[in-house]
């Protein structure tokens, strides 16, 4: 069984707390937050947790196997390298890093000591996403032509990361995982309408090797909550709507196609529409599936789903997305990354 830290119990942190609380993996927690606030309420809630606002206490405690950092994502980076420093196993919620060399040293770290390092993709986890995955690898949708996705709310600004930052690393996890291969060239564009150098809309543009293109549309700034992928194939296409609470995910047979015509004048178009099935989903909680993964990780000895390279590729296209962002949409050229050892 794991003893697990949890480091940060502001927004995020208490729903880790509670899985971990009911894991059978897990046999104590601890928390720690500056906010003393913060680690009373957790505390009364959970009597039995250990408690501290000293991060040092729990990342060099001899008898804590795990941490799982919750923290701004500027902290991130300083505290998982504490961690694995001292021989703890590492979950870092996302975004994994701000940086991909940072990214880089603490996956070359964690493998020179032989310890998990996890991202917190909880999407990864969802039965929606987990199924789309199987619909594409299995080709029901043939060749994917484009995947379009939208994610906008009004709210919650931040005043110390971006829109791509804080609400892009949830659609990048999902089209990483479904294509299972990075962007080749990257573009965006935004604009930081409310908080001067914070930007609050962006349009995030990407090209794939295979012949795909993706298009993110992220937003603080929108009169409704939006949550809906749209994903064309050869062969059928599908839609993901994460706000919907029955049939998340519709495939639609519908489709064209094109022939060359046998006679000049010839109509060279022909268009398909068929039946429209959602498909059934499992039912449990993504969150629960990520923190058993990563207690299960431990245990067993093996890589998450949802591991620290997971994390540095969603960091990479973040970067080129930003540096597009700052040069008026200039299209940034992503390198092939060797497996960082």
């Excluded at 995020?12 to 009373?40: F, H, K, M, Q």
């Excluded at 789309?132 to 032509?145: S, V």
């Excluded at 150098?197 to 295979?210: E, H, K, N, Q, T």
């Amino acid at each position: 069984m794991v003893r697990v830290a949890v480091l940060g119990v502001g927004y995020w942190g208490p729903n880790l707390v509670r899985n971990l609380i009911e894991n059978p993996l897990c046999s104590e927690v601890a928390i720690c937050d500056l906010d003393v606030g913060a680690l009373g309420k957790i505390a009364r809630r959970y009597p039995g947790v250990r408690v501290t606002s000293e991060p040092r206490e729990l990342l060099e405690a001899p008898d804590i196997d795990a941490v799982m950092i919750s923290t701004p994502p500027k902290s991130h980076f300083e505290l998982a390298r504490r961690a694995l420093e001292h021989g703890k196993h590492v979950f870092v919620e996302k975004p994994f890093t701000l940086a991909s060399d940072d990214g880089r040293e603490l996956i070359q770290l964690a493998r020179r000591r032989q310890r998990v390092v996890m991202v917190g993709h909880t999407f990864e986890y969802s039965p929606p996403v987990r199924k789309i995955g199987e619909i594409i690898r299995r080709g029901e949708l043939g060749k994917i032509f484009y995947i379009s996705s939208t994610r906008v709310n009004l709210g919650l600004h931040q005043k110390d990361s971006s829109v791509l930052w804080d609400l892009g690393p949830h659609d990048l996890s999902m089209l990483l995982y479904w294509l299972d291969e990075m962007p080749t060239e990257v573009m965006a564009t935004g604009k930081d309408f409310v908080q001067p150098g914070i930007p609050d809309v962006a349009f995030l543009f990407m090209r794939f090797g295979s012949g795909t293109i993706a298009h993110v549309q992220v937003s603080w700034l929108a009169p409704s909550k939006l949550r809906r992928t749209t994903i064309v194939g050869s062969s059928k296409m599908l839609v993901y709507d994460d706000t919907q609470n029955i049939e998340q995910v519709k495939i639609f047979d519908k489709g064209v196609s094109y022939r060359d015509p046998d006679t000049f004048g010839e109509y060279q178009l022909s268009y398909r529409t068929g039946d429209i099935v959602s498909p059934r989903l499992e039912t449990y909680e993504p969150l629960q599936a990520e923190v058993t993964d990563f207690l299960q990780s431990i245990v067993e000895g093996r890589e998450p789903l949802a591991s620290g390279d997971h994390g540095l590729r969603v960091v990479r296209v973040l970067e080129a997305a930003e540096r597009s962002l700052s040069n008026s949409g200039h299209t940034e050229i992503l390198a092939a990354e060797a497996h960082a050892r």
